[in-house]
């Protein structure tokens, strides 16, 4: 109910270049961003405009018995920042000195502690009984959790995830093989600096390809902009 009540807003603009001549009218814009039940509300607009919509969601929610969460709920410009499933979306200025700034998806801080507390958790020292094992559970959940990421300006978090899970893993090495001076097991486990057993190598989270999304306005495709036309009947 509430993705209909913001698009009949939206499309009650008109096409864009009315929203356009709206928007330097000083006129609102607004647009909802949803997947299951969280959202995000976009608005092009003043700050009245941005406290006005808390009133005008929790009016379009309360018939549903539903409320917004004061604790998850909160409002931001776009350059402060905020998380949307994961990611951190933030406007920042670009490299160049000319002051333009660009809009940057990268992984959430939340999103970084997550895995790693899952690598903490499967590189602890009785987890796994050998090598071999800790990899297999290991290396689909890395590659997941890149997957997910890689269309955003993860490069610089991936080095990070990389460097962490890499001396994890060698510290679970080490405590595993007390017996083993550091040379024998270089020698055994990280022939070339590549820590692989069983015939599985570990995941390198740092050679994973990074492809960036770019914006495509229009171009992009959509729900309602994919959605199949009723093809024009044969004629006889």
Known sequence: MLAEHFAAKWEALGPEWTRAKHRR????V???????DDFVV?????????DALWDEVSAVLAPMGLRLSVEKTRGCHIDEGFDFLGWRIQRRAWRSRTGKKALYTYPSKKSLASIIGKVRALTRRARHRTLADLLRRLN????????????GVSSRTFGYLDHFTFWRVIGWLRKRHLGLNM???????????????????????NAFPV????????????????ATQPEPAPSA
Do not use: N
């Not at 607004?30 to 299951?36: E, T």
């Open 140 to 151: 689909p959940t890395l590659r997941g959790w890149c997957t997910y990421f890689r269309h």
């Open 25 to 28: 009218a000083s006129g609102a």
């Open 30 to 36: 607004v647009k909802l961003v949803r997947y299951a």
């Open 42 to 50: 976009l608005i092009h607009g003043q700050r009245c405009d941005a």
């Open 183 to 205: 040379h024998t097991q270089i020698r055994r486990y990280l022939p070339g600096w590549h820590i692989r057993a069983g015939g599985i190598e570990m995941f390198r989270v």
């Open 211 to 226: 492809e960036r999304y770019r914006y495509r306005g229009t171009k992009s495709s959509t729900s309602w902009s994919s």
